[in-house]
């Protein structure tokens, strides 16, 4: 499909309003949203007061806009596992791996969304839901997995606030860690052996019907 060219007043448009974007994240993450002032922001990106409500009606917009996109990117690589999976503690280790993954790659917007949620509902909304999508399929697995026989005899919903425990509390140690040298591998992979050791008794998975 052949994209439209952008004109000279659509790029300028264009990048005014992603001078407005990162400027406010950078500014949420160093103050904190609540601390943050529409004038601030437009002060820091060099634009007029004024430019700022021809593209938002409120700083909160800013921050909803790039949580949505986040939500969205999510969603796209969330589908059904691969046939081809024939290990449970491979596929829970899939499944943590992509969690880690989007976290870290939209760290800062997660990070602003996650420090704003106590305090505004709206904000809280978009994290549950973006962390609703990112359990999702933790939860498939784990209720497939007691079916199977492949469980130890323990309550299914207390492993799957366990799991989500362990999940939650590797989010937020994600968060905090920068730079290139993050090893996601390494920390999918140690949170999906200690749950593995503690709720598996079997690590073959039969076959899944289509």
């Known amino acids: ?42 002060e820091q990106a060099d634009l007029g007061y004024g430019t700022f409500y021809q593209y938002y009606n409120s700083k909160l917009d800013v921050l909803l ?4 996109e986040v939500y969205a990117k999510i969603t796209e690589h969330y589908h059904k596992p691969p046939l081809s999976e024939t290990s449970i503690f491979k596929r829970t280790l899939n499944s943590i791996r992509n969690v880690l993954e989007a976290c870290h790659e939209h760290r800062k917007v997660m990070t602003v969304l996650k420090e704003a949620k106590h305090t505004d509902p709206e904000i809280k909304q978009i994290w549950d839901k973006i962390m609703g999508e990112l359990t999702r399929r933790l939860e498939f697995d784990i209720s497939w997995s007691f079916n199977k026989g492949l469980c130890r005899p323990v309550d299914k919903q207390v492993a799957i606030a366990a799991l989500q ?18 090893n996601i591998d390494q920390i ?23």
């Open 165 to 182: 425990g362990l999940i939650l509390g590797a989010i937020d140690y994600v968060l905090h860690l920068d730079g290139p040298d993050v």
């Open 188 to 210: 999918s992979a140690d949170v999906s052996l200690m749950f593995k050791e503690a709720i598996f008794i079997r690590d073959e998975m039969p076959p899944i019907k289509t």
């Open 65 to 68: 806009e790039q949580a949505n």
């Open 1 to 42: 499909m052949e994209h439209k060219r952008l004109n000279r007043h659509e790029r300028r448009k264009a990048r005014t309003k992603a001078a407005i974007r990162d400027t406010a994240l950078d500014i949420f993450l160093k103050k904190g949203y609540h601390r943050t002032s529409i004038q601030e922001i437009m």
